[in-house]
Nanobody, 121 residues
Framework: QVELVESGGGLVQAGGSLRLSCAAS????????MGWYRQAPGKQRELVAT???????DYADSVKGRSTISSDYAKNMVSLEMNSLKPEDTAVYYC???????????????WGQGTQVTVSS
């Protein structure tokens, strides 16, 4: 029984900041990466930022330089700090945990329920 609980979403003015947090509970093994995705109305879900168990990070170009992802793999937690928020950042943000093994090869994704981020102008 795996559950991802997100927090930190809400309403913020343009130029403001938010910190999203996600805590994964349950029997999750071999986590290879954790991250955040978002989906705006009428748009496809897209990557915001990810961080691998080795510490490598990946950011969407639209948030690079103003966002920071951090993790605590020992506690199965991941956070995303977003600064200089823009109205176009408005979306539902989803926490993602990727479970994978190289041998035997296996990959599975877990998703949170999503948290709304609304940036007003």
């Amino acid at each position: 029984q795996v559950e991802l609980v997100e927090s930190g979403g809400g309403l913020v003015q343009a130029g403001g900041s938010l910190r999203l947090s996600c805590a994964a509970s349950g029997s999750i093994f071999s986590i290879s990466a954790m991250g955040w995705y978002r989906q705006a109305p009428g748009k496809q879900r897209e990557l915001v930022a990810t961080i691998t168990s080795g510490g490598s990070t990946d950011y969407a170009d639209s948030v690079k330089g103003r966002s920071t992802i951090s993790s605590d793999y020992a506690k199965n937690m991941v956070s995303l700090e977003m600064n200089s928020l823009k109205p176009e950042d408005t979306a539902v943000y989803y926490c993602n945990v990727k479970q994978s093994r190289s041998w035997p090869r296996f990959s599975r994704d877990y998703w949170g329920q999503g948290t709304q981020v609304t940036v007003s102008s």
